[in-house]
């Protein structure tokens, strides 16, 4: 059975950073492309950064880029998303993605 549990969201000012886990149960991410999404209030859930499987090389939504880092842990089953110089428009719930799987979310508020 495959789980996907985030950590790491909370409230902050804005200008400061989160860094958010996801952690896989059930199988292990070497060999997927992982995506984040974030759904924000009254709006459809978007896709903001994903690693390919086969280079690792990372990928971000434009209203992301340059402030969020994804990256894969040390061990086979975490990847954790870096996000700095956060925004009161990057409040939402986040959630990771392999294949057909998501996780619970996690929820990140930006504000003063």
């Known amino acids: 059975q495959v789980q996907l549990v985030e950590s790491g969201g909370g409230l902050v000012q804005p200008g400061g950073s989160l860094r958010l886990s996801c952690v896989a149960s059930g199988l292990t991410f070497d060999y997927y492309a992982i995506g984040w999404f974030r759904q924000a209030p009254g709006k459809e859930r978007e896709g903001i950064s994903c690693i390919s499987s086969s280079d690792s090389n990372t990928y971000y939504a434009d209203s992301v880029k340059g402030r969020f880092t994804l990256s894969r842990g040390m061990n086979d089953r975490t990847v954790y998303l870096q996000m700095n110089s956060l925004k009161p428009e990057d409040t939402a719930v986040y959630y990771c993605?392999?294949?057909?799987?998501w996780g619970q979310g996690t929820q990140v508020t930006v504000s003063s």
């Open positions: 993605n392999v294949l057909r799987f």
